[in-house]
């Protein structure tokens, strides 16, 4: 299974590599491939018309640009800024705040009773059973 696999990924990368540039190749024999000479007709064929002259397009160029001249724009001096003043804040004193005093909290003293005595057994911890033997 695995070498049919790879077998697959193979044709897969070579069918990608030989489709992707063809075209390329394709238009780059027909640029550089010179025109083949004309042969005589076959006699059994009927002669080839030939193509009317491909006529030639002619560039209009445009007539020059008239130069433009922009608006100058006068120069605008702004007036100084006037100094702003911020006047010093004097707050009121603030109250003296006190707060009551904390009542004593009395905490009650606990004793626990004695614990009862555990003898020492021994108890088998549990495991996982062994795996079954072949």
């Known amino acids: 299974m695995a070498s049919n696999t790879s077998l697959l990924a193979v044709i897969m990368a070579c069918t990608l590599l030989l489709t992707g540039h063809t075209c390329q190749g394709a238009r780059h024999l027909a640029d550089t491939t010179p025109a083949a000479a004309p042969t005589a007709a076959v006699p059994s064929l009927p002669a080839v018309p030939t193509l009317p002259a491909v006529p030639t397009d002619t560039v ?23 100094s702003v ?50």
């Open 60 to 82: 209009t160029l445009l007539p020059p640009m008239p130069a433009v001249t922009l608006p100058t724009v006068p120069q605008v001096t702004l007036p100084p800024m006037p």
């Open 85 to 134: 003043v911020v006047p010093k804040a004097v707050l009121p004193p603030m109250p003296k705040v006190t707060m009551a005093p904390m009542p004593a909290i009395v905490v009650p003293k606990v004793t626990l009773p004695p614990m009862p005595f555990v003898p020492n057994v021994n108890v088998p911890m549990p495991f996982l059973a062994p795996p079954p033997s072949v």
